[in-house]
């Protein structure tokens, strides 16, 4: 297995293993960790492994911080004028 691959399996056990630890703030200071180390890690993936390898690590990665994810979602709904069909 490639370096980049050995540290993406070591970053998924990392994060359950914060996710398993008591924390005041839920885990949001850990989630900011996770996705500072994270990001550039999706892009070595990505580098040596193609698109589709990648995409499988973000998807892996969303699934892990999902909260995160959703809320920046949900910012970014805010954030468009569109609003869906008028009603």
């Known amino acids: ?4 691959l050995t540290l993406a399996c070591f970053w998924a ?3 359950n ?17 996770l996705i500072a180390f994270g990001i ?3 892009g070595y993936v990505t580098v040596q ?3 589709w ?3 499988l690590m973000l998807a892996g990665g969303c699934s892990i911080l999902r909260w995160p994810v959703i809320y920046l979602g949900r910012w ?12």
Not at 17 to 31: G, Q
């Open 17 to 33: 293993l914060l996710a398993m630890t008591p924390s005041r703030d839920n885990h949001w200071r850990n989630a900011y960790v």
């Open 40 to 42: 550039p890690l999706l």
């Open 76 to 87: 970014l709904r805010s954030k468009t004028p569109f609003r869906g069909p008028a009603e």
């Open 1 to 4: 297995m490639s370096l980049s």
């Open 49 to 51: 492994h193609g698109p």
């Open 53 to 55: 390898i990648g995409l």
């Open 13 to 15: 056990v990392i994060a």
